[in-house]
């Protein structure tokens, strides 16, 4: 028996849901305005997705990631700063392309709720 819906504001949830096979994850909050920014992915060709693997691989887990230190992963792919902090925000990279694989992704309440919808 699957789960159907659930409400979730924090990645740790929004983990917690995905891999419990919610069909309806309902995002809020700062980390719908996070899931939102770093959709951006999606645009990344292979070898842009390859050094962003890898740059955020290489932070150390203690120290997170601040600005300044995005800046050289911005450069070198393309995406702004603030995107690269919004996909270590929800959970690293891995997650949130499980997310774009397997949920349509509806933004509602203008950036403060995203609707995840399971696709068949």
């Known amino acids: 028996m699957s789960k159907e819906e659930i409400t979730v504001t924090t990645k740790e949830q929004l983990r917690d849901a995905k891999e419990q096979g919610y069909k309806r994850i309902i995002v809020q909050g700062e980390l719908a305005q996070n899931l939102i920014k770093a959709q951006k992915i999606k645009t990344l060709g292979p070898v842009a997705m390859g ?4 740059a955020l691989a290489a ?3 203690t120290g997170g990631l601040s ?3 995005a800046l050289p992963i911005a ?3 393309g995406l702004s700063t603030t995107v690269i902090i ?3 925000a929800v959970g690293g990279i891995a ?3 499980a997310l774009l694989n397997d949920y349509t992704i509806t933004i509602r309440k203008g950036d403060t709720e995203v609707v995840l919808e399971k696709k068949n």
């Open 59 to 61: 932070i150390p887990f």
């Open 95 to 97: 997650l949130i392309v």
């Open 86 to 88: 919004a996909i270590i």
């Open 51 to 54: 050094i962003l693997v890898a």
């Open 75 to 77: 450069a070198a792919t």
């Open 67 to 69: 600005a300044v230190a």
